[in-house]
């Protein structure tokens, strides 16, 4: 198996090459296109965490269903993200899991085991990212992000906006609080909620912020019928 | 804020003070608060970034003073003083919001546009520009906010309104406007 980032810039999207046998996983309606000697089936929920699992990955932003690629013969996928942005590739040798926040999972290898995770009442005022993707196993694991990603070493303690957090390793420690000020100014600013990481460890932070732009772009469209 | 290391306090400030804050959130939506940040120790990290993607420009601000589309400030330091302008009646329904800001001091700026910025300079001359393009202005330019010719052709020429600038001095455009965004995309609202 062989994956390749193509495009720049904004407009990333991620090239999988699987030999005769190989499997890849991906977000269902994610495929741009595949060859002719790759099948594609649909994960039935129950191979994936059951329909509680399924409703979660929903909640944390994410397709309820996966999409399952076998080559029977060499060929390729190509997956691309929905949202302008780069597309982030991970290759995990097993020592160390992967968070994945607000609906930034995009696919990974058959080893990997992506599991939701509740983030509890919590995460409930977050609105973006209620649950995690839990990704852990050896393989590649492919992210999207809204905007530019960026990866921030943390040494000790780091504060990143919820709507800005793409994925981080399970190593860190972390917890969900608001921004900062009193509670009132947090609604009325519209400042949101921090993760504040602790610990050692990597955190992908994306330059843009899904929830920002549609509270800009929502209230501007006709309501729904 | 999208990111920022642990030394540094957050203080949410109303631009104008808490009554004209919530004066305008109630009016016309926009609250016009800015977080103030400082730090406890050296060597603090904090990321800032747009909410719309495009691009971000930084201007070294010394003693001039810009007027601005509130949507296109992002970020200053200290001794930038922000201030409000009301933009009239007509500035209502032009979609853009009601207030502008005004920016004067010595400091650091940087705002941002959706799609990229242009600069243009009018020397003793005039242009005519959609409010939705306009991201920042000098105020030694006159400018007015207007329909582009009678209402019936305002109402149905789908341009909205215009900002006419005259006289002497910098202009700044975004290529892209959110209002052509909002009118694609109410296509795809069912």
């Known amino acids: 198996m062989n994956t390749e980032i193509i495009g720049s810039a904004a407009f990333q999207s991620i090239k999988v090459t699987l030999e005769a046998g190989e499997q890849f996983v991906s977000e269902a309606g994610k495929m741009v296109r595949m060859s002719t000697s790759v099948t594609n089936e649909v994960e039935s929920v129950k191979k994936s965490g059951g329909l509680l699992g399924g409703l979660k990955r929903m909640l944390g932003g994410e397709a309820f269903f996966f999409s399952r690629y076998t080559a029977n013969d060499k060929g390729e996928v190509v997956l691309a993200p929905t949202l302008p942005g780069n597309v982030g590739f991970r290759e995990l040798d097993g020592s160390c899991g992967w968070y994945c926040a607000g609906g930034s999972y995009l696919g990974s290898g058959p080893e990997i085991k992506t599991e939701p995770k509740w983030q509890g009442m919590k995460g409930f005022f977050t609105g973006e990212s209620l649950v995690f993707v839990h990704a852990t196993g050896i393989g590649p694991l492919i992210l999207d992000a809204f905007g530019m990603v960026e990866e921030e070493e943390v040494d000790g303690s780091f504060t990143v906006d919820t709507g800005h ?45 899904m929830k920002e732009f549609g509270a800009i772009v929502g209230p501007k469209l006709p309501p729904r019928r | ?90 500035a209502i329904f032009s979609g853009e919001g009601m207030f502008f800001l005004k920016l004067s001091g010595v400091g650091d700026l940087w705002y941002n546009s959706y799609g990229s910025i242009v600069e243009r300079e009018l020397n003793n001359s005039e242009l005519i520009v959609d409010t ?37 001095g910098k202009i700044w455009l975004q290529t892209r406007s959110l209002g052509g965004l909002v009118n694609w995309m109410r296509g795809y609202c069912y």
Not at chain 2, 142 to 160: A, D, K, Q, R, Y
Request: proline residues 2%; hydrophobic residues 40%.
């Open chain 2, 1 to 90: 804020m999208s990111a920022m290391d642990d030394g540094i306090d957050v203080k949410i400030r109303m631009l104008g003070g808490f009554l004209p804050a919530v004066g305008r959130r109630l009016l016309a939506g926009e609250s016009l608060l800015v977080g103030q940040y400082s730090s406890r120790s050296a060597q603090q990290r904090l990321s800032v970034s747009p909410a719309i993607p495009g691009q971000v420009l930084h201007k070294k601000m010394q003693n001039e003073t810009y007027l601005m589309q509130a949507g296109s400030f992002m970020a200053c330091t200290d001794g930038v003083n922000l201030g409000t302008v009301f933009g009239g009646l007509k």
């Open chain 2, 132 to 168: 939705g393009h306009i991201v920042a202005w000098e105020p030694s330019l006159n400018w007015e906010i207007t329909g582009m010719g009678n209402l019936m052709s305002t109402v149905f020429s789908g341009e909205g309104l215009v900002m006419k600038f005259r006289g002497t």
């Open chain 1, 165 to 209: 957090v793409v994925a981080f390793e399970d190593r860190l420690d972390y917890t969900i609080s608001k921004a900062g000020g009193s509670w009132f100014n947090s609604m009325l600013a519209g400042e949101g909620f921090v993760i504040r990481f602790s610990g050692k460890g990597k955190v992908l932070v994306q330059s843009h912020n």
